[in-house]
């Protein structure tokens, strides 16, 4: 399955060790994901600004992303298609791509909830999805084992802000 994960999604999981992060490593681990060159620099712009990465960390985090997701094009899309113009691009790069899914924290495009057959789905959604039809016993041990290993190491596997955790 081939899924489109938007910039906020990608943002929130390198901020937190929330919902958005066990989404992604999911999806890196079980799906192709697809990106394109406007949301590689939407994420160093909120890399830098929003998480306060340095540059050098935001870097490798935007290469890392280069070599683990598929980088595509972007359909011309009528902008009328989504309250936010600044939104279609994310329509055009699952069009264009033949993506499954797109997977946005974003309210203007989840209130599509599809586009020509593609499913626009919120993390939650997509994690419950998931939950009820796509992980099999191990697959949920193998990832209730990943989590245990971050939060007894989270330093090692995190690459975004040094802020201190919320509570």
Not at 58 to 71: E, H, K, P, Y
Request: charged share 30%; net charge positive; aromatic share 6%.
């Amino acid at each position: 399955m081939k899924i489109v994960l938007d910039t906020n999604v990608i943002v929130a999981a390198y901020a937190t060790r929330g919902l958005a992060y066990s989404v992604f490593r999911l999806c890196l681990q079980k799906y192709k994901l697809i990106i394109s060159s406007i949301i590689l620099e939407e994420l160093e712009s909120n890399f830098t600004k929003k998480l306060n990465m340095p540059p050098d960390e935001a870097s490798m985090n935007l290469s890392f992303l280069r070599r683990t997701c598929g980088i595509g094009e972007i359909t011309a899309v009528d902008p009328s298609r989504c309250r936010d113009r600044n939104d279609v691009h994310i329509l055009g790069l699952a069009e264009n791509t033949k993506a499954d899914m797109i997977i946005t924290g974003d309210n203007d495009l989840l209130e599509i909830h599809s586009y020509k057959g593609i499913s626009i789905l919120s993390p939650r959604q997509f994690w419950e999805m998931e939950r009820k039809t796509g992980s099999s016993a191990s697959r949920q041990k193998e990832i209730e084992k990943s989590k245990k290993i971050h939060d007894r190491q989270p330093e090692k596997y995190r690459t975004a802000s040094k802020k201190a955790p919320r509570k």
